[in-house]
């Protein structure tokens, strides 16, 4: 049984260098990077199981790429965590509304669909509307397509639409100390 859940929300502040995380809490961020394709956030996480997130948002593909950096001791296979998501622009803000499907990308393996029956039941349960759901559906099986003929690499199938992600050295990364 999914458990379902209001869409989740989040802003980034680029005026502020902050980034209201879907819980309601400010965080500082490291670096913005705005781009013709979409925008980069590097900032540190307080979160149990990773201390560092990157993040591209992805208008034109309804996608947010993320790398998350944890800690040692986690035992987490992926390569990228690619949330379907509606962005919108207003100004310096920048807005996320997860449409809850998310991929994970391990380069040159079959990618993994997560949440297809969370997207079901929001429907559904009338958290989002049908056109939200069609824009998931789509937004989903284009990554899915593009990153699977190209040889299971997100990051191949974004150069070849002129997206060309760059992504923090992780040794030059700090970790925030476990908060909240």
Excluded: C
């Excluded at 394709?37 to 990157?54: C, N, V």
């Excluded at 998350?68 to 310096?92: C, L, P, S």
């Amino acid at each position: 049984m999914t458990d379902l859940h209001p869409v989740k929300q989040e802003s980034f502040d680029t005026s502020t260098k902050t980034n209201i995380d879907p819980k309601g809490f400010t965080r500082r961020v490291d670096t913005y990077t705005i781009t013709d394709f979409g925008l980069y956030m590097a900032r540190q996480a307080d979160h149990p199981k990773f201390g560092y997130l990157e993040s591209w948002l992805l208008p034109d593909l309804g996608l947010r790429a993320n790398i998350f950096h944890f800690r040692d001791g986690v035992d987490t296979r992926q390569d990228y965590y690619i949330d379907v998501v509606q962005i919108n622009r207003d100004g310096a803000v920048w807005s996320t509304r997860d449409l809850y499907v998310d991929l994970v990308n391990i380069t040159g393996e079959p990618i993994e669909v997560l949440d297809i029956d969370e997207l079901s039941a929001a429907t559904s349960a009338g958290l989002i509307t049908a056109d939200d759901a069609e824009a998931a559906i789509d937004a989903t099986l284009a990554a899915v397509e593009g990153i699977t003929r190209h040889g299971d690499d997100a990051m191949r199938w974004l150069a070849t639409k002129g997206i060309d992600l760059s992504w923090a050295d992780p040794d030059s990364l700090v970790f925030a100390p476990v908060g909240h």
